[in-house]
């Protein structure tokens, strides 16, 4: 088997509703091609965890990196893996509203993250990137 992350930048804030839609494909497909992971949507960027067979992911990302809706798609870790670290597919999502940025609400979402990545056990390298930029992204402050 196969890993990989990438983080990249969306394209315009996306909305509720057009996160849902990419959401229930990205289920939907990966789902179908026994692909799982994590994509964290955070302050306009995306940070996603891909794993399963080298080929699907392969041709997963090859969609992903043309997708218009971000750009500046770059991959910062990859590797083979005998194991994978979300057996199930997983996501942390937090609807960022443009104009109100609920104090309360950020701190909740920074919690569940941290709890996730210490639930998470990163067996490979690239699982442990991933949450090392998880980590850092979430440190900085609120916009
Ligand atoms: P179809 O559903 O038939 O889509 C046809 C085309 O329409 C595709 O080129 C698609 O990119 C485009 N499209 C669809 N909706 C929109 C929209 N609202 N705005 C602009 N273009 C649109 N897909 C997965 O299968 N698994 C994932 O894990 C996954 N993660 C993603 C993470 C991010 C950050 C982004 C931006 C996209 C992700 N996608 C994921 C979507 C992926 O880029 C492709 O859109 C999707 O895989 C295409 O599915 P399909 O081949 O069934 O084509």
């Given at each position: 088997?196969?890993?990989l ?9 996306l909305?509720s ?6 959401l229930?494909?990205a289920r939907?497909?990966n ?6 992971g ?6 306009g ?7 399963g067979?080298?080929?699907k992911?392969?041709a997963l990302?090859?969609?992903i990196?043309i997708?218009?809706r971000h ?7 990859e590797d083979?893996i ?6 199930n ?7 960022i509203?443009?104009?109100n940025?609920n ?9 569940n ?11 490979n ?8 930029k ?6 900085e402050?609120?916009?």
């Amino acid at each position: 088997m196969y890993t990989l992350t990438y983080e990249s930048v969306a394209t315009e804030t996306l909305k509720s509703f057009e996160m849902e839609e990419l959401l229930e494909k990205a289920r939907e497909n990966n789902m179908r091609d026994d692909i799982t992971g994590c994509l964290i949507y955070y302050k306009g960027g995306f940070v996603q965890l891909l794993e399963g067979d080298k080929e699907k992911i392969e041709a997963l990302y090859a969609k992903i990196e043309i997708d218009p809706r971000h750009k500046n798609v770059t991959i910062f870790s990859e590797d083979e893996i005998s194991k994978r670290t979300f057996p199930n597919w997983g996501m942390a999502y937090y609807p960022i509203n443009e104009n109100n940025t609920n104090q309360y609400e950020y701190e909740q979402f920074k919690r569940n993250l941290i709890l996730l990545s210490d639930l998470v056990e990163p067996t490979n390298i690239t699982s442990k990137q991933f949450w090392k930029k998880i980590k850092t992204m979430i440190a900085e402050p609120p916009m």
